[in-house]
């Protein structure tokens, strides 16, 4: 008998759904904590998990002036999450955020 509450995979769930709705806000160092805490225990879901945390880290490096390393973020998240279609919004916005931040990207 599985005693863990939440269950994990609610915990994973959750850990997605808040990142995502973090980074739509921006919030990338809070996205990029919330992802965290499921590190290791996504099993077959944790190349998203990383994948949206990698966007998290290339939008914070772009806030704080770091667009080199934000552009190498983003293209370790865009690799991840190339299966996950759904998230192609997310690394547009972050695209975005990188770019206006003067960090232009060449063309994926």
């Known amino acids: 008998m599985d005693d863990e509450w939440p269950p994990r995979e609610a915990r994973i769930q959750a850990a ?14 809070a996205a990029a904590s919330a992802l965290a805490d499921v ?6 879901r944790e190349e998203h998990v990383k994948g949206l945390h990698h966007l998290a880290a290339a939008g914070y ?7 080199d390393r934000a552009r190498r973020q983003l293209e370790c998240g865009r690799r991840r999450l190339a299966a996950f279609p759904d998230a192609a919004p997310l690394v ?3 695209e975005r955020d990188i ?3 003067g960090g232009e990207l060449a063309p994926p």
């Open 16 to 29: 997605l759904w808040e990142g995502e709705r973090l980074l739509e806000r921006r919030a990338y160092l």
């Open 39 to 44: 590190f290791g225990m996504a099993e077959e």
């Open 61 to 67: 490096r772009a806030q704080i002036g770091e667009a």
């Open 92 to 94: 547009a916005l972050v």
């Open 99 to 101: 770019e206006s931040a």
